[in-house]
């Protein structure tokens, strides 16, 4: 009996331990906590370092704003043409820090005037720019970023295949040069598809300058300059973030 009556006392004690021990902790604190949303949810985040490569793919609607010739232009076009980007930038929270170098392939560029076969003045000119880039980043929402941004830099021009209608045999001479200040302003919005990849959408404005149709165009022989040439593009590409 006695060894009845302690077992019991012993249970009663054990209980009564648990109760009070129960009793220290904050209500609820024994139940499993609610399951937090964003658990499973990816959190994208630009890696820590900063530093990022970026590569795109342009279309460039071509604008030329005049034609210096010895006749006078009536009307002048520069078509359409594709182009390519590479370069590498640093992000500081909102502020983006960037150096680009762009190439647009050759397209043909046209003075017409009043007089003979025309168009009379003819040329294709590529441009390669090497671009400083300053970006404000906006904010962030649903993993997208939209952007401004404005740059500065240099554009060097080349005309090749320059054609004046007016002269039977053609011109021979090299190829027309010129190397110009060039500004650009961007917008656009870029999308973080994982941890270390984003898309970028964006609308870019260039000002190339001016280049002449052949080599001493506007000072030794009456061949055509291209004047206050310009670029309306809107690009699609990547950015790498290193970590």
């Known amino acids: 009996m006695s060894k009845v009556k302690?077992?019991?006392?012993?249970c009663i004690g054990a209980l009564?331990?648990?109760a009070c021990a129960h009793a220290a902790d904050p209500p609820g604190s024994w139940r499993r906590p609610p399951p937090d949303p964003d658990y499973d949810r990816p959190q994208y985040k630009e890696l820590a370092s900063g530093w990022y490569l970026r590569g795109d793919l342009g279309y460039r609607w071509n604008s030329v704003g005049s034609v210096a010739a010895s006749r006078t232009v009536t009307s002048q076009d520069w078509g359409n043409a594709v182009s390519g980007t590479l370069g590498f930038g640093y992000k500081y929270q909102w502020f983006r820090a960037e150096l680009s170098a762009d190439y647009g392939v050759p397209s043909r560029i046209t003075g017409t005037t009043a007089v003979g076969a025309q168009p009379q003045y003819s040329a294709k000119v590529n441009s390669l720019s090497a671009m400083a880039n300053l970006y404000a980043d906006l904010g962030t929402w649903y993993g997208f970023t939209p952007y401004v941004g404005g740059g500065i830099g240099v554009s060097q021009l080349k005309s090749v295949?320059?054609?004046?209608?007016s002269v039977p045999t053609g011109i021979v001479a090299e190829p027309g040069k010129a190397i110009n200040f060039s500004w650009a302003l961007m917008t656009g919005v870029a999308y973080q598809v994982t941890s270390s990849w984003m898309i970028d959408v964006g609308y870019r404005y260039l000002s190339l300058g001016d280049v002449p149709g052949i080599d001493g165009a506007g000072t030794t022989n009456n061949a055509a300059v291209f004047k206050n040439l310009s670029a309306h593009e809107a690009r699609i590409g990547f950015r790498f973030l290193l970590d």
Do not use: P
């Open 6 to 10: 302690a077992f019991i006392t012993g």
């Open 161 to 165: 295949n320059y054609v004046d209608t």
């Open 16 to 18: 009564a331990f648990a």
